[in-house]
């Protein structure tokens, strides 16, 4: 957009003659430039051209006194400097498309050219040619133990110096430079024999390596020179640095490029200097270096504000298609289609050494997982199905799941709502003389018939309904319940082992515990042989000749001994120690995690020790354990492989147990187990496929929920327990494995990239929890405690990036204080906490609902969340759930949908939600829903 | 500086004309300005002037969808807009010193004045004026209690609204703005009525209240108003903001209110131009609000830049004169003149909530540092002084020292090297029978006297040599010696709890600690009355008859028992309870201090949590100790008022016990005593004094040594130990102690303003420590573990702000990632490395030397210190030490005395040190020692 005049300027508009050069043709895009500034300097009557800024993005300066490069930050320069490059430009020589093959011939040339046009007087041919062709010298960053090697000298001359085209090759800086970059070359300098300045503006019709001018061996492509009569260096240097920073600027860059003379690149100037930033000298010190932005303006946008023209669309990937196809298995048949070129990719992908992170991180949740739910369920079910059960059951599920599904980046784990269904279950079967086991196989078969039909008919389009609302506060709620749990477990240990809080280390000599043998005379009475049925006649153990002293308390109990002292009841140190284990786990955890921001230490090693953050921590918190040696509870996973009952096998057999009508009456139940777990894993595949994730492969959920269906069967017939996605450690799995760019120009701020999609971790992991069984002799040094605090540090890292959870801290922030979140703009503040607060509530209900039996209908009351959602739309504006929901518009959809008419085929894959736009981003750039953008963009 | 242009430029250089104007006279400076900027709103027919932006110092933007102010934020302009607005004012009514009082009456003289000028048709007369005198709708911030309130209600078109003069009454806005301000009132929107646009700048005779106009009762100066055809709207909001801009600027708002003519306001705008900072469009988002800088530069230096004129010095304090004056008592004389005008309000301005929690922590400190050192006292000296004296001594030596010296902010506490001294001056009279508390007495007076000598002779200008090395080096030492005591302390727990790490829960049975009876048969015998004569004899307890099991440890030992059992040997958990706590109450210190910074709660709670964070802390995990309920090891203060030993009184008698020679001899230990006092007191106040607290009041070298020589006098008579200053208490004291301004434009950082300097916290905490005897019974809650997290607390925190650990931490940053120290920019790091390097040598040697024997001659190491870092100036350049150790160079030095020889009377006492800027800052702003000052600044 060109800004219009209200009266007429110094500027003239030129954005008429860019609009010319730069819409000519479709060339491929232009190379990087790399600017290089090299100032004259004087030492006597020794002459050089010292390095002394250089840019690829952003500017880096030679620190004079430092003898050392700056950090990268945005050029601010002054508004004179910028006129009195114009200037030069338009007094000077430019010439374009000049053929140079090497430097002392393109000095010839320009100077020729000058005495040409009667700007220099020809006597000074030859100084000038001397000066022009002095020797450079750059400035090289020193590995820091040759600084330190260094540090004896005391002459502070040394700099890292290399004359020549050889010198460069150590300079580890030219890995930031793109390999098809070009160089321009700015000299500015001052020296006595000139009276006017010496100008000129060179590009040569091919890149050419003009030997040691410029500090890393690219091909100089452009050169400015202004040497000038001496007393004004220090404005020489500005407009040095005003050309260099144009060079670097992406659409001047383009126009010195593609300029026919010399009013095309003045143009170019204005252009520049119509779309300058102003700060006011009285609110900003122009010796502060602003650090890059985490996002500049793109190229493309200022492109078409420019020219006008729409610079090529494309690349863009369709994310996650959810449309309704209404033909039978067709989203099946989409997901399977477009899953299945990525398939041999999502495998050599997965080699990467942030994949070892994830595996140990994941592997510890899940086995943690497997325990925790394993005893849990051997309690519900009297052990039907018990730890061996859940270890093989997340295995086989796990890897399948992640070798074949739609979304492999999804954790399958057993969950609360099943576990409580289980339980009810057990109890009814058992109170009405059902067989359990075959009773939950019809159940898992009729559930796994329900979830294929729903596959087939394509029902996933009704998570189309979920926004960010139902989304966010489903994720919520389960890294609360993480957390809840994790601390529970700690309070636990309090519990399991008591603290003696009287025991004064003085009267250590009170404190005992004794087994004291049982009244003789009642031993034999009929009470406590029922009591001790078993060992009193199996063992046939003379009780009278136990030495009841030398028993351990679970002994003395079991033979009808009393404990009797003060210390029975306590357990020292344990409880303590676990504490310290569990926080420590969790505290250095996420400390590690934000190291990747610290100064100390090279970036590699930074992201490395953020990568391994949890196994550094819990490598950290086990040897601390081993080395106080105490029995805190450790991990221990079945060392034999056979179920958890002797008189269950690996196989249920469907038939023979129940009467008939239980196989057809057990479809009702599985409504409840496919309404739960249809909701489970569809949500949290929402979550793991947002958009802020930028996944390329797009998600699958037909393909996910046949799978689940498949499993579920499988699971059945097995007697294992069932599995769906797990919010919180699938949400960490996508954590840990995401990337950023690598190198960039010193001073961008690496870009997330997206996440590393493939099935490497995931089956990796499940295989490892499938040979746990194996590895339990390693696993027994791990306390319980630490995984404990590896939930913890889960949950609350999934509560991160949560908008919900941003908002909800905003009620505890005074508005001054509150960050530049984008809804916040355009949002009244009370209408957000409003939303908040009804969320919030919900929530609260949720969470009650999930703390008492109810929790088997939990699945339905996410269905209510969408319904709340739905009834907000007459409360909010589209307007504000546009901002706070991302929502797009109706009046948007339907353009959307009619564009989507128009094309046809494959294409008419990408959904509407290609457009939403991630808006909710924590960068300050604004951004608006399309539908706003004219009244809110600048 | 004016910069002198290479070639005729677009923007006339005005500096001539202002430095006409802006040199004229003195007046008094010219008020702040509040500017407003409303914009014209069209609501169908109605239309009325909203307010949309505001400026103190910085921008704050009405968020049109988030209704509320945006944060305050650097004005980013156009360049057009300012070009524009220059056109404006070229073509537009200015109205200087135009006679108003109200508002109609304004506009219909600028409407008079356009049509007189043919700017405007006389027809357009009525609709201009009915546009001009719509009300205004001002934006207001509301309490957050309100918003909550008004959450329910769906429609969203609550603004807060206040028309007239009366709403305004209730914005707390108007607190930020000074009391002397004027508004300038900025009117800009588009009508369609118009064809070109009507612009008029009003300057007004009188500063007059318009009524509601302005959002807050401040009286209008100046009145810029901007009509247009419409369909620019955009446009006009530019230039109104860039006038806005303009009018807070602290040069132009000169310029405005001293322009004569049109001119002259141009001018301004040129000058603006000139020194406005340009950023590139690609290098920076146009929307990204940049957050206002810790410090702008001052109007003073553009002012000296734009007029030559250098603005008026003074009111600058001399800190901490240390001249060697050359006549007896002369430093002593002049401390005194120069203390006592302040002596009053060193009481008055003590009585501020800041003081509460400064004397909590600080008391907190002594105490422990009183039992601590009481303690081993008690054991060097045989209980000659034992816990008793050292809490009189602190009590009477502290408040005395805090009622009477130099500088009331130092804490006197005993110190490592005197109880070292005493220690080894007690078995040495022991050993050669000597009477220890005479022989103590003379050291102790010929030390007094040796002191009172050295302040007789102004020897304390030895200081002047303690560089940032020096005194660097030392605070560091003790700060490290501070953090290894409460370390050790720590890790003494577990050694004096042992944990039984072997104990399996399910044995309890097996552990218990029984007291058995010594064998009868040896229980006569001569080995065994020989260890226990006393009770055997004196208590006649008939030991076959005592029930043994009933006996505690220590009865049990006593009595000849022997312990037997698995558990004697340790304690449970105490020794994790002990970290629990020691750590819990260093990290949630920690935390609650940073809590300053967080953007949760208003900022005055924020400051409060911060303040207080340590008397939080030792709340919170007293709290916790208490509910553990476990005997963790408690500050124990003495009871009874009563020397330890009972063979000594509270007065020791000098002559009688000794031979004569030993008064004399003592002279010599004397010295020791006094170099060690002498140093350990002077650099504790150098360090006190430094530039960064601004201490206002200035120092009192020589006073404090005074008052510390008095009080060992009466130390020794009275047998109590002797005291000097506190490096580590006494930072601490200074840092909860430090001032911050409180109201400031909005966006401007709070400036540190210097350290709250009075003798009321120091006198209180002293006092607290006598009486802490009757504290006693709350005192014993506090476990000690609580009290060395306490101490690490100080450790670590007066690490900070140190220049040389700064330099440290710079080892472990890649070059890339290190802050913008100034310094860094100027020494090359290998040099920087290398000092850094010669001080961690300097303390390796200190520490092992503290660690042995040899501490007794640590002062005179101290004094070493000094050598080496003279023995530096052949090793580095002066240039370097400049930037580094912040030396005077010495021709600058040299100057300085020039201009001091100029001065006369008490205006002689500031001294060169006044000069030595604070170089190391933390704002990244440039600053040079002053003989590079043409080389380096801008």
Redesign the interface.
Known sequence: ME?????????SPAAERLRYILGEDDEPPNPTLFTEMDTLQHDGDEMEWKESARWI??EEKV??????????H???????S???LR??LQ?GTVLLDLDGYSLPQIIDDVIEKQIEDGLLKPELREKLSYVLLRKHRHQT?KP?HR??A???K?V?SNTGQCQGSGGELKNKFIKKIPKDAEASNVLVGEVEFLEK?FVAFVRLLQATMLGGVTEVPVPTRFLFILL?PAG?A??YNE?GRAIA??M????FSDVAYKARDREDLIAGIDE???????????????????E??K???S?EK?WVRTTGLDPFLGGLHSPAPRRCLRRFCGGLYLDIKRKLPWFPSDFYEGFHIQSISAILFIYLGCITNAITFGGLLGDATDNYQGVMESFLGTAMAGSMFCLFAGQPLIILSSTGPILIFEKLLFDFSKGNGIDYMEFRLWIGLHSALQCLILVATDASFIIKYITRFTEEGFSTLISFIFIYDAIKKMIGAFKY?P?????????????????VAPDPAGLSSAKSTLFLPKFVSSNAINLTALDW?Q????E?LKYGGS?V?K??K?????A??S??LFFGTYSMTLTLKKFKFS?????KLRKLISDFSIFMSILMFVGLDVL????TPKLQVPTDFKPTRVDRGWFVFPFGKNPWWVYLASALPALLVTILIFMDQQITAVIVNRKEHKLRKAAGYHLDLFWVGILMAVCSFMGLPWYVAATVISIAHIDSLKMETETSA?GEQPQFLGVREQRVTGIIVFVLTGISVFLAPILKYIPMPVLYGVFLYMGVASLNGIQFWDRC?LF?????????YVF????????I??FT?VQIICLAVLWILKSTVAAIIFPVMILALILVRRLLDF???Q??LA?IDNIIPEKEKKKEDDKKKKKKGNKGDSSSDEEMESDYDDT???KAPRDMGSE?T?
């Open positions: 800004l219009k005049l209200l009266f007429p300027l110094a500027v993005k952003f620190e004079e006194g430092g003898e050392r490069w700056s950090k990268p945005v050029s601010t320069l002054s508004l004179h910028l006129f009195e200037t030069c007094t960053k820091i600084s330190l260094d540090i004896g005391s502070s300045p000038g004004k220090k404005s407009i920073t144009l670097v600027d992406d659409l520049f200097l119509d779309e300058v930033i102003v700060l006011p000298p009285g609110e900003w010190d122009p010796n502060i270096r602003i890059p932005p996002k500049v303006p190229a200022r082992y603290i003696n809080s009287d025991f004064k280390p003085d009267y250590v000599t009170m404190y005992k515990c004794e087994c002293t028993l351990s308390k679970k003395c404990l002292g210390s029975c306590f357990v020292p140190d344990l303590l120690m504490f310290i100064r100390y230490f090279p970036t106080f040696g105490l029995n010193p801290k505890l922030m005074p508005a001054k204080h509150q960050p530049d916040l703009r355009h949002v009244p503040l009370r209408r906490h409003l607060l409360v909010f504006s307007h504000d901002w300050d750039t604004e809110t600048l």
